[in-house]
């Protein structure tokens, strides 16, 4: 098995600078802003030929006791369980504080082997500067700068030399049949709670506060032999609500998790309603051909009434995932959640559908044999064969004449046609028109 390094110190000492630089990605978000990670992030890294996973944590403090920063503090506790080396990361410039001391006391009753990193040291005497450090009782300080790579390869040896490695000439970069599902929606709708539930875990911190979640969080899963990728995502807000930075940040890493998706499974709340943010939503997923199921969730917490004003909300603002199954669930209850399996695996398959080329055009030719394109003056379109022009999502192409003039209404008439033959439910349908050349064009 790869070895475990956890990233452990308090806030804004360079913790995911370090991470991104460790696992030579760019997965999470980096600013001089305190307490930006909140979650567990866990990445891949290779130095030469081993392999090992890094966990970047928040800022840890060991004594809180309440709010968001003990729900912080459950997540660093877990990585440095799971770990198999402590990284504790201090600021070689701030010097060393009083939480520096209570983390180490933390660490130093663990008895875990810990390596005692000062990060953003280039430029700095390492005899005179770093020496306040020996205080902390955790033996050697390792002077290293995250931001331009010094001292980095020499980490990684110093934290891999007291393990037992094997080279693990079996590891897959890539592995196939692992279904990337994204849980996406407004902020505080349960989105880590539903990801919790499904795990049986305090994975993610999970708050009554919108805006908990700010990086795109992946947690491998597997279910009835079935090997899922969950991804927590940060909730969307309205462009006109989002002031800060961190948050716009937050945005574009959801943005990616959606776009690089096999499935999306959009969350909506029961107790307000589908917004127009829910539909904006809903339509970035639908322009990026993802696969989508529905869930409203909190459906214990409203009346009758209040249910079926959801509902029609939903047909009158969501129209346009007609295809797409809908679930009504309750993360913090657990109700309702089997069901969602069984969708999220057949959104995925109709989006990865084959559709051979003699079955398509055999279903052309009869949608047109039963209705004709409406004639557009003296032409009327002419479809003539359909192929598979690519998958995730499937998309349709069509030859023949005059194409151009296909009404949007037929085009409808035939999607409903091939969804039917096909089982396409749960993903989109692209049907593109390729009109052959009039070869007296020029004559």
């Known amino acids: 098995m790869k070895p475990v390094l956890a990233l452990v110190g308090r806030p804004n000492v360079g913790k995911s600078t370090l991470f991104n630089r460790l696992t030579k990605s760019r997965d999470a978000i980096v600013a001089d802003f305190a307490g930006l990670t909140r979650d567990r992030h866990y990445g891949n890294g290779k130095q030469g030929k081993y392999e090992y996973i890094v966990i970047d944590t928040g800022g840890f403090e060991p004594d809180a006791s309440s709010g968001i920063f003990k729900e912080m503090a459950k997540q660093t506790t877990q990585a440095v369980a799971e770990s198999d080396v402590v990284v504790f990361v201090v600021d070689a410039r701030a010097g060393v504080s009083s939480q520096?001391?209570?983390i180490a006391s933390y660490l130093r009753r663990l008895g875990k082997p810990c390596i005692l990193v000062a990060n953003k040291a280039e430029g700095l005497l390492e005899g005179v500067q770093l020496v306040e450090f020996y205080e902390l009782g955790l033996g050697e300080v390792h002077p290293v700068s995250a931001a331009h790579g010094q001292g980095i390869r020499t980490l990684i040896e110093l934290a891999l030399a007291p393990l037992?490695?094997?080279?693990?000439?079996d590891a897959d970069v890539d592995q196939p049949g692992v279904i990337k599902l994204a849980v996406a929606g407004r902020p505080n709708v349960g989105k880590s709670t539903l990801i919790n539930v499904w795990l049986g875990e305090e994975r993610l911190v999970a708050f009554d506060l919108p805006?908990?979640?700010?990086?795109?969080?992946?947690?491998p899963f597997e279910r009835n032999g079935q090997k899922f990728e969950l991804i927590d995502t940060a909730g969307l807000r309205r462009r006109g609500k989002v002031f800060e930075a961190i948050e716009k940040f937050s945005v574009v890493k959801t943005l990616q998790a959606i776009e690089s998706a096999h499935v999306v499974l959009l969350l909506i709340d029961a107790t307000q309603g589908?917004?127009?943010?829910?539909?904006?939503?809903?339509?970035?997923i639908l322009e990026n051909?993802?696969?989508?199921v529905l869930a409203v969730n909190k459906w214990d917490a409203v009346d009758e009434y209040q249910r079926e004003l959801v509902k029609r909300s939903i047909e009158t603002r969501l129209p346009f995932l007609k295809f797409a199954n809908m679930h009504l669930i309750s993360a913090q209850k657990r109700q309702g959640l089997g069901p969602l399996w069984a969708s999220i695996t057949q959104a995925y398959k109709a989006a990865n559908c084959k559709m051979s080329t003699p079955v398509l055009t055999r279903l052309l030719l009869e949608a047109v044999q039963f209705q004709s394109p409406k004639r557009a003056g003296m032409f009327r379109p002419k479809l003539r064969y359909a192929h598979q022009g690519g998958m995730?999502?499937?998309?349709?192409?069509?030859h023949g004449n005059?194409?151009?003039?296909?009404?949007?209404a037929y085009k409808r008439f035939l999607e409903g046609r091939f969804r039917h033959e096909f089982d396409l439910v749960g993903t989109p349908l692209r049907?593109?028109?390729?009109?052959s050349a009039n070869p007296f064009v020029d004559n």
């Open 274 to 284: 589908v917004t127009d943010q829910d539909a904006h939503i809903a339509g970035y």
């Open 392 to 398: 995730n999502p499937p998309v349709i192409v069509i």
């Open 402 to 408: 005059s194409l151009e003039h296909v009404t949007d």
């Open 100 to 102: 520096d001391h209570d």
């Open 164 to 169: 037992d490695l094997a080279e693990d000439e």
């Open 211 to 219: 805006g908990t979640t700010r990086d795109a969080i992946s947690v």
């Open 289 to 292: 051909g993802r696969a989508v």
């Open 431 to 435: 049907i593109e028109f390729k009109t």
